[in-house]
């Protein structure tokens, strides 16, 4: 699966963005999806994860409450809703797919990424 993630831009500390990931394929919904993200000079972390049917996700503690990721499977797409954004939040985002279940709060469980968006939030 090819995923492209978009949506990315520039915002005042406090402000909202959504960004999006579209996969090709048709076997999207076959897939745990998560998002990362990775400051510089940092190393990429777990943002956010969604189950194949959307019923049940998981975020880091640093963006509880503040962000929801969803998904629409007729449409091939994740979603990253942010909102309340801090400048700690500034990083590039990538989404990624996964055929496992497991650990899925690890890069490593991944098996396809996109090319990443960059989010940077102004203070």
Same mark, same amino acid.
């Given at each position: 699966v090819q995923l492209q993630a978009s949506g990315g831009?520039?915002?005042?500390a406090g402000g909202s963005l959504r960004l999006s990931c579209a996969a090709s394929g048709r076997t999207f919904s076959s897939y745990l999806m998560g998002?990362?993200?990775?400051?510089?000079?940092?190393?990429?972390?777990?943002?956010?994860?969604i189950s194949r049917s959307g019923g049940v996700t998981f975020y880091a503690d640093s963006v509880k409450?503040?962000? %929801?990721? *969803? &998904?629409?499977n007729a449409a091939n797409t994740?979603?990253?809703?942010?909102?309340?954004?801090?400048?700690?939040?500034t990083a590039v985002?990538?989404? %990624?797919? *996964? &055929?496992?279940?497991?650990?899925f709060r690890a890069s490593r469980t991944y098996d396809y990424w996109g090319q990443g968006t960059l989010v940077t939030v102004s203070s």
């Open positions: 831009g520039l915002v005042q998002w990362f993200r990775q400051a510089p000079g940092k190393e990429r972390e777990f943002v956010a994860a409450g503040r962000f %929801a990721i *969803s &998904r629409d994740v979603y990253l809703q942010m909102s309340t954004l801090k400048p700690e939040d985002y990538y989404c %990624a797919a *996964s &055929r496992s279940d497991n650990d």
